[in-house]
């Protein structure tokens, strides 16, 4: 008879909170040396998860983009396309830090919730994931 516990399944979250790690580790280095880092002006909470569409759009993210220091003293002759391709990588790291935070909090929860672990290491998950996150907003910002 399988094991329909919810303890078999901690296991594998618990490894596709590694890999989801491991691809960060990796986006992060590439935003890093890419130079991509701070490349984009505003990100609103909720609607920051859809990236410029059309033209006009991402002429508005450029122009908040040259005003910025890192523009005006390095990147002073980037194109928008040239921008495009460093906005790409920013805009997947942050996306692919609120995938992370989600990852932890809502299996977390449901695993929590069925006593297959404790509150104290779904919050530990979750508000690491959640600090990192609050420390690269504070120092965009």
Known sequence: MPDKSPSKWVKPWLLGFVFLLLVMIVVGGVTRLTRSGLSIGEWPPVSGIIPPIGPK?????????????????????????????????????????????????IPGLIFWKKKALSASLVLLFSGLVAAQGLVGWLIDG
């Open 57 to 105: 759009e991402w002429q508005e993210q450029f122009s908040l983009y040259q005003q910025s220091p890192e523009y005006q003293q390095i990147n002073f002759k980037f194109s928008l396309e040239d921008y495009q391709n460093i906005f790409i990588w920013e805009f997947f790291q942050r996306l692919l830090g609120r995938l992370i935070f989600l990852y932890s909090l």
